[in-house]
């Protein structure tokens, strides 16, 4: 039997969001650097999101090469690293006390965000590919 490999909806929006991750954590959701070039604990948050946000965009195009019970794997991986997105700022790495900074203003709630939406939209795929057989 000849596996489905068509990109579909789904594979083309974990790619954006992976990349928005991974792009956005390093650019404009970029966590606080003081003005004398040291920075604290949101510095390394914001570097964990941007890992995750690399693997989980490394994984969005091997997805693209893959046949659907494949992807279906998948979707556990990006459940997983989306959720964890969302918890490292704040979460499982600290933050700076400061409600008016970058890290609180910017990061956590980006990485929140977009590791709901990447979490969701897998999840979303595995129970439609479950139902599809």
Known sequence: MKENRHIGVTDALLLI???GLAIGVATV???CVHEDGSFGACHWAGRAVLGVGIA??????LR???GSQAR???DAAFIAFGALAAALPGGLIGLCGMATMRCRTLTQ???LVLGVLIAVTA??????RG???
């Not at 989980?56 to 195009?61: G, N, P, R």
């Not at 999840?123 to 439609?128: G, H, Q, R, Y």
């Open 109 to 111: 709630p980006a990485s």
């Open 72 to 74: 279906r794997g998948t």
């Open 17 to 19: 969001l992976s990349l």
């Open 131 to 133: 139902r599809r057989g």
């Open 29 to 31: 959701f970029q966590p």
């Open 64 to 66: 693209l090469f893959m």
């Open 56 to 61: 989980l965009s490394a994984l969005a195009v």
């Open 123 to 128: 999840a979303v795929d595995l129970l439609l």
